[in-house]
């Protein structure tokens, strides 16, 4: 609106310094019966003044509707522009957190079930802790296993805990484990072939009691029913071999597992 009126001031100066100047004024032209430009049989014709070298043209302009386009304003470029630049700032900046993911699979089995622990973050250092105990330091991206008799039967929680760059973080999840019905008897010996000089390790687990171990007909006596126990091959002696638990009594009564390995010359 302020352009119009500008545009009508300027046109209305102009018509008065032109008369002012002794020209003829534009009804003199049409008094005359002189059209000069055309701009009565265009405004007939298409009720629009095209203009002229006389009043016609200063009719055109004022007639000429003004045409706003939102260009923003310079306000508004400068608040749309900080706008970008916060929503930029804000997609292009990085977490501001280290990620942090503990689970335990199985979520719930009996305590003769291996749970494996698996950590995954991209902190600088990290540790685990099972019901509140003392923390242990892992990598933060590992895995461990814990046999489900080692926490014991009842529901549990496990805490990964982070810290790096970032600050520090943490996350829990839960695991059950839950009564075996059955008595369980598990052993492996390790390396399956060795030379006299090497050690080998039998590993066992059990929920029962009153727990044995052999090796072939030789009792090595009572032992622990989750335990080790390693023996040199130069003791064992050359050729095949079985290790075997024995367990004395369980859930379901006794029951005994093996495993074999060879000690070669």
Do not use: K, Q, W
Request: charged share 15%.
């Amino acid at each position: 609106m302020f352009a119009h009126r500008s545009v009508r001031s300027l046109a209305l100066a102009s018509l008065t310094l032109f008369a002012l100047a002794g020209c003829p004024s534009p009804e003199a032209d049409v008094d005359a019966g002189t059209d000069v430009g055309g701009a009565d049989a265009a405004r007939d014709a298409g009720g629009t003044d095209v203009g002229s070298t006389d009043g016609g043209a200063v009719d055109a302009v004022l007639d000429a509707p003004v045409v706003e386009v939102d260009g923003g304003g310079p306000g508004d470029a400068g608040s749309d522009a900080g706008l970008d630049a916060r929503s930029d700032a804000g997609s292009d900046a990085g977490p501001t957190e280290h990620s942090c993911t503990i689970t335990v699979s199985p979520s719930s089995a009996p305590e003769s079930t291996p749970f494996t622990f698996t950590a995954e973050s991209d902190g600088a250092t990290c540790s685990l802790r099972i019901n509140g105990s003392p923390s242990m330091t892992i990598g933060c991206e590992s895995r461990m296993v814990v046999a489900g008799a080692a926490v014991g039967v009842g529901a549990h929680s496990v805490e990964l805990s982070v810290d790096g760059p970032l600050g520090p973080t943490s996350c829990v999840t839960g695991f059950t484990v839950t009564e075996d019905t059955s008595t369980t008897c598990s052993i492996t010996i390790t390396p399956e072939t060795g030379t006299l000089d090497t050690t080998f390790i039998a590993t066992y687990a059990s929920n029962g009691a009153g727990c044995s171990l052999m090796v072939d007909a030789f009792d090595l006596g009572v032992v622990d029913c989750n335990d080790v126990f390693a023996g040199m091959g130069s003791v064992i002696g050359p050729g095949p071999h079985t290790g075997t638990l024995i367990v004395g009594g369980g859930p379901s009564g006794p029951t005994s597992c093996s495993d074999t390995f060879d000690v070669t010359p």
